[in-house]
């Protein structure tokens, strides 16, 4: 039986802000854009989101609920440098790490001798090298898979540690939300409940055969999650399936022309990011991401070899699919060889 622990840590970004200036602790604070350029919420504090401010939440819209908001622009090498002392922690226990992003970690312990073996008091000491080492706090799950390991993590947030034993298991999924699981999104859950199905015992009753008869793909992952089930492996190397280039716009853009203005100069950004990692003929395809003003969004990818010009016409069917939709995001997209993370680079064109 595998012993995984995931780590996330508590409002990274914003916690990291108020290790530095104390006096931001008791106040409203969020990492994100201006609010008068169309910024996006990063990451706030828990003060913040008492007044309901969240990730992913335009800037604009945080401001008005909660005017007292500190919103600041963020210092990524600082964030940088702090993540690179937390992977130095992970790595006294185990060299099986794989990092999901800067804050956030899997790790395998089911060989590390420390702690007599137990990867709940690991899970305890790395939790409190963090708070001692680098003044932050973190939320850590401990399970016998990835899948339920970050599930676990959530469980206790913030600043907190939960176990989910083999043996607890099948009770734990029983009774989560469909909606719970990842990969299952607010669409496909409301799918799901259409059909009667809210719970992983709802899904049970139905049976696997029937779950990949009626849901395909989604199905075949059903029937594995509902159960507890979850083979992947604790990756510590991660190679990059696809380089990608993106702007959030100054201001909602209708026709294509204008679109395209804007892919144009992207272009270049794209060729060269993607020219350090293979030659463009060892590319295997292309695509454009495209995000409505409903923060609604879209990627159109096709197989194959590297042509720019291409990308007009990817547009074309992205914009048809958007079906009038104003477009607040435009990204470009190209598949390498191989298998791994997606690597993308947010640029401010305004």
Same mark, same amino acid.
């Given at each position: 039986m595998?012993?995984?622990?995931?780590?996330?840590? *508590?409002?990274?970004? =914003? /916690?990291?802000?108020?290790?530095?200036?104390? =006096? +931001?602790?008791?106040?409203?604070? /969020?990492? #994100?854009?201006? /609010? *008068?350029?169309? #910024?996006?919420? %990063?990451?706030?504090? @828990?003060? =913040?989101r008492r007044f309901g401010v969240r990730s992913a939440m335009p800037s604009a819209l945080a401001r008005k609920l909660c005017p007292p908001l500190v919103l600041l622009p963020g210092r990524m090498a600082v964030y940088k440098e702090t993540s690179r002392q937390l992977q130095a922690i992970f790595l006294r226990y185990t060299d099986r790490?794989?990092?999901?992003?800067?804050d956030e970690a899997y790790l395998d312990v089911t060989d590390s001798p420390h702690c007599g073996g137990s990867a709940t008091l690991m &899970?305890?000491?790395?939790? =409190? !090298?963090?708070?001692?080492?680098?003044?932050?706090?973190?939320? &850590?799950?401990?399970?016998?898979?990835?899948?339920? !390991?970050? +599930? &676990? %993590?959530?469980?206790?947030?913030?600043?907190?540690l939960f176990v989910i034993r083999p043996r607890e298991v099948d009770e734990f999924v029983r009774q989560l939300p469909l909606g719970k699981l990842p990969g299952i999104g607010r669409k496909t859950a409301q799918r799901l409940e259409s059909l009667g199905? @809210?719970?992983?015992?709802?899904?049970?009753?139905?049976?696997?055969?029937e779950l990949v008869s009626r849901f395909g793909k989604l199905g075949e992952m059903l029937a594995g999650r509902i159960w507890g089930h979850d083979e992947q492996p604790v990756q510590a190397q991660r190679t990059r399936k696809t380089i990608g280039v993106e702007t959030t716009l100054a201001s909602d853009v209708l026709d294509e022309a204008a679109c395209w203005e804007v892919l144009s100069r992207l272009i270049p950004e794209l060729e060269l990011r993607f /020219?350090? !990692?293979?030659?463009?003929? !060892? +590319?295997? #395809?292309?695509?454009?991401? +495209?995000?409505?003003? *409903?923060?609604?969004?879209?990627?159109? @990818?096709r197989k194959g070899s590297y042509q720019a010009a291409r990308f007009h016409d990817l547009l074309h069917e992205g914009l048809l699919r958007a079906q009038g939709k104003p477009i607040r995001l435009l990204g470009l997209v190209v598949g390498l060889p191989g298998a791994g993370e997606i690597n993308q680079l947010s640029l401010d064109l305004s």
């Open positions: 595998r012993k995984i622990i995931h780590i996330d840590m *508590d409002c990274f970004f =914003a /916690a990291v802000e108020m290790r530095d200036n104390p =006096a +931001l602790r008791e106040v409203p604070l /969020a990492i #994100g854009g201006s /609010a *008068d350029r169309r #910024g996006v919420i %990063s990451t706030c504090n @828990y003060v =913040a790490v794989e990092p999901l992003s800067l &899970a305890a000491e790395i939790r =409190a !090298a963090i708070a001692l080492e680098l003044g932050l706090t973190a939320s &850590a799950g401990v399970a016998p898979n990835k899948f339920l !390991a970050k +599930l &676990a %993590s959530e469980q206790r947030k913030p600043d907190g199905l @809210y719970s992983c015992e709802d899904a049970r009753q139905l049976g696997n055969e /020219a350090r !990692a293979c030659p463009a003929e !060892a +590319l295997m #395809g292309q695509g454009i991401k +495209l995000k409505f003003a *409903d923060f609604q969004q879209t990627t159109v @990818y």
